[in-house]
């Protein structure tokens, strides 16, 4: 069983930063690839990163890729969404998941057959 904890939302002004962070526990996160999703109000999910478990290759949505770093320390048991150059349209409640396939596959940004979910974490950029 994995337990995923999200943390580090909250509300910013358009151009700020965020770190978001996703904690396990109940296993380790080491040998398993995660991503990270959001949904806004009345919006579809929408999937944005992903992180490979052995060489920490990663992936991003072309919406967030320039400004959206995904990270991982395994030693924490943590991977993390650094956020720079936020907008409003950011504006979301983010999760982090697991297939618990060590690698991202081609079509990661879909939610679809994610064996773990936390429960996300609210982001609001505003003025």
């Known amino acids: 069983q994995v337990q995923l904890v999200e943390s580090g939302g909250g509300l910013v002004q358009p151009g700020g930063s965020l770190r978001l962070s996703c904690a396990a526990s109940?296993?380790?996160?080491?040998?398993?690839?995660i991503r990270w999703f959001r949904q806004a109000p009345g919006k579809e999910r929408e999937g944005l990163s992903c992180i490979d478990s052995n060489d920490g290759s990663t992936y991003y949505a072309d919406s967030v890729k320039g400004r959206f770093t995904i990270s991982r320390d395994n030693a924490k048991n943590t991977v993390y969404l650094q956020m720079n150059s936020l907008k409003p349209e950011d504006t979301a409640v983010y999760y982090c998941a697991t297939d618990l396939h060590q690698y991202c596959p081609g079509y990661w940004k879909a939610g679809d057959g994610m064996a773990y979910w936390g429960k996300g974490t609210l982001v609001t950029v505003s003025s």
């Open positions: 109940g296993s380790t996160l080491d040998y398993y690839a």
